[in-house]
């Protein structure tokens, strides 16, 4: 198992040194995989036993309904995992379909093992689970934020929450958004042609100022409208 050093950054594994996460790799049965832009980890549907860690690249965790409209549940970044819920839950079967979204490797691991003590590495997994305990709730969190855009009444208002949002994470009126305008639709539960058409709005009335995913809030009632 390689790539230590880029999953000593997840949350997961907050507290472990490089040096004690080479036991772990071992005592969860670490695998790592690659996948490319666009390849599918995990269709909906799937029964899966093991957690996925994004090591470097990103996923979208993806819901389709009956008439193949497809809604952006989460974007899983880089030190975070996915299908967690449902294995820990005891669910098994996955509600959501996983999708590269960039080129991604992937560090999959046995939960079992996870909530599990051994002789090799037992010192560790209350620590593991602590820092699960904290994952969850920083999920709950994330979800909660999209709830709060989605929400909204109208394109406009559910396009300024967000962007509101992100500027407020980075502390910058200037910022990236991880997606392109079809992944910020479906992550909105919009139409792009809608969406489109909204931006267009702003950035001519001179609210927001955008390029690809590169946006930027351009006036204070900006944060205003969004509560309108």
Sequence with gaps: ??????????????????????????CLGCTLKSYGKGETVYLAGDFVRE???????????????????????????????FAE??????VGVLPVTV????????????????ISTCSSACMFHTLLIR??????????MMLAGKMEHITKRTTREKLLSYLSEQSKLRGSDRFEIPFDRQGLADYLSVERSALSAEMSRLKTSGII??????FELLKEQALGLVKK
């Design 1 to 26: 198992m390689k790539n230590f050093s880029a999953l000593k950054q997840s949350p997961l594994f907050q507290g472990v040194s490089e040096e004690e996460l080479v036991l772990l790799a071992k």
């Design 51 to 81: 957690i996925g860690l994004v090591v470097c690249g990103r996923v979208h965790l993806i819901k389709d309904d009956s008439w193949g409209h497809s809604n952006i549940i989460a974007e899983i970044a880089n030190g975070e995992m």
């Design 85 to 90: 819920a449902v294995v820990c839950g005891g």
């Design 99 to 114: 999708v590269a979204a960039a080129d991604t490797e992937v560090c999959f691991m046995d939960f079992q093992r996870v």
């Design 131 to 140: 820092n699960m305990i904290g994952v969850f709730a920083r999920k709950n």
């Design 209 to 214: 100022n955008y390029r690809k995913s590169h």
